[in-house]
């Protein structure tokens, strides 16, 4: 069963984005009679039967709600900045691996420095990439991905959050 990921939270009936609706139907060349797993930006997970496109947007009607299994325990990653593709590589097996929250620090001997422009457009590619991780290890929500924290300033989230 095909899963996916949409921007808005989920209600009875939802639309998936253009880009969504394409990538299911034509490149996955899902059957429409067959229904899809969808998470929405809720963190909500149901099973949904797609209706019709119109538009190049799917419409897409609610079958149930799917509860997921809360975990006892969450997984953090604190993970140095790598140059190019090692980094991206990390962000997919940490996805995959059931990761819930990756922190990005920049370290002492870290040689990948970005500026701000190049940092938002890096972001939203690793965000791409672990978006499509989830998808493929079928993963019902995405992991948080927090950049340009110092280690000290994760160190004191995560100290607060263990105090809960």
Not at 44 to 53: F, N, T
Not at 68 to 80: D, E, N
Request: proline letters at 3%; glycine letters at 4%.
């Amino acid at each position: 069963m095909k899963k996916i990921f949409i921007p808005t939270q989920l209600d009875e009936t939802i639309e998936l984005p253009i880009d969504v609706t394409h990538h299911v139907l034509h490149v996955f060349r899902h059957n429409i009679e067959k229904p899809i797993i969808v998470t929405g930006s809720d963190n909500r997970c149901g099973m949904y039967q797609i209706i019709e496109e119109v538009d190049g947007k799917a419409q897409a009607k609610l079958i149930e709600y799917i509860e997921g299994a809360a975990s006892s325990y969450r997984m953090i990653l604190v993970q140095s900045i790598l140059k190019g593709e090692k980094l991206e590589w990390v962000l997919q097996k940490a996805t995959e691996l059931n990761v819930d929250t990756i922190y990005l620090v920049p370290t002492a001997n870290c040689v990948a420095k970005y500026d701000e422009k190049k940092l938002h457009s890096k972001v939203n590619r690793w965000e791409k990439i672990m978006l499509e991780a989830a998808q493929q290890c079928g993963r019902n929500q995405l992991p948080s991905l927090v950049v340009g924290e110092t280690l000290l300033q994760v160190l004191d989230i995560e100290s607060e959050a263990l105090k809960l």
